[in-house]
């Protein structure tokens, strides 16, 4: 099997010569998959631009050639939980597939700025709603802070109030309104980690998600922590949310089911199934890995956490060092600030969520800082493709690459048009495309060596361009684009 990318070079015979030049690229002899149609055939894939201009059994000719056989060629992979942007992150997630990675949970504020800041410097496309969080740290703290997950970390520890600050009547009417202020800058949706401020009322929640209702955006929501309900148990915090979009007419996506879920997760799924039989839009995801991560200083890890999570220190991982804690060395980091590795999900429970077809496959990925991070921002997408899809047979093919490319697509679609030609692989969508072995997709990523590029993803391309080829990222080249909202009440 030929992996090289072939460019024709300069022919004698003129019609021949023309005929080479009808597409800039070809992707020639792969097994194309395309999960709207249920395509999985061989076929050639011309693209002119950004543009996906051929799918089809003839053959075709253009200026660069990448010979496909034996790979399966497919629309890139969609992640709609992607804290990590910044360049070190992105660079992995294209080495593992990922065209497009959104912060959708904890968002951005302000976020025009952002947007401004991304703008002609990123590997793939980029994208965010208006947060919530960073929007109680405007009010709070008075800090704008752009985009919480990849600020600095002694600034991070410095906010103190937005976790802490019950909120008046006049406040919440101010968060809406800067939510409103987002939405209509571009955002793509209302970002919650209402985990994060377990001071935010319920009304607070439920008044602010009818700005998302305004709007017909998305709202996406890290849920309250249990130990918010007198039982303890993780359904009532799915009650909470499923209650506010029924009550409001909000579009709900509830993230990271595994992890919030918890031992109740298959519970808390026919909840979600049951309410959207009954007319709630609602939707939810899981990442592939049987650890979390989050900030050692947020919230979580206030008062007796011990006892809300069940972990203990050992279970807690400095990303930095690979450490794992003990009570001296907790207590001394979290006043420092970072990011933490937190083992204790269990993997039967993660196996079979991976494998509910309408439940999307999102990495929840961390910020890389110097290849230090919770692998899932590096092989969330492999992983699902190599452990669970082909050696455990959890889920085809088909279905495995829907629930990362066609269900993401479809649940940003009416707030962003962008995304009805993503996630597909058809004339006339963005060629926004990932080649892979499918006998040797794999992630190479693990706890302790995480930044690494995975196994098996031979080809990537980004509006036309190849960021990976030969299972190599390409320097020199961003052809990331912003995904926006439209902004718009309905």
Known sequence: MN?????TGALCIPQIAAFAQDYDLVI????????????????????????????????????ETIDATGLVVAPGFIDLHAHGQNAESRLLQAADGVTTALELEIGVYPVKPWYESQAGTSLINYGATVGHMPIRMKIFDNVDIGHPATAPSDLRTS?????????????????????????????LGLGYGVAYVPTASHREIYETFKVGAEFDAPIFV???????????????????VVANAAATGARLHIVHLGSS??????????????????????????????????RLESALFDGDWGARSGLKFSDIMWTKTGERLTKETFDKYRKVGGWVVLFGQDEELVSWLVAQPEVIIASDGIPFVDGKAHPRGAGTFSRTLGKYTRDEKRLDLMTALKKMTLLPAQRLAKISPQMNKKGRLQVGMDADITVFNADTIQERATYT??????????????????????NKTVDGVHPGEAIVGIGTKK
């Open 159 to 187: 906010l103190t109030k937005y976790t802490k600050a019950v909120a008046t009547d006049d406040e919440i009417k101010r968060m809406s309104d800067l939510l409103r202020e987002g939405m209509r800058e571009g955002a």
């Open 449 to 470: 060596e995480p930044a690494q590029h995975s196994a098996g993803i031979e080809f990537v391309l980004v509006n036309g361009v190849p960021v990976v080829r030969n």
């Open 3 to 7: 992996l090289a990318v072939v460019v």
């Open 28 to 63: 020639r002899g792969g097994r194309v998959i395309d999960p709207e149609t249920s395509l999985d055939a061989r076929r050639n894939v011309g693209i002119r631009g950004k543009t996906i201009a051929a799918v089809t059994g003839d053959a075709i000719s253009g200026r």
């Open 261 to 294: 879920g918890g031992k109740q997760a298959k519970a808390c799924l026919d909840l979600i199934r049951g309410a959207a039989k009954h007319g709630v839009d609602v939707t939810t995801e899981v990442y592939p890995w049987n650890a979390s991560s989050t």
């Open 222 to 240: 890290h849920m309250r922590d249990s130990d918010a309900f007198s039982d303890k148990e993780s359904i009532g915090c799915v009650q909470e």
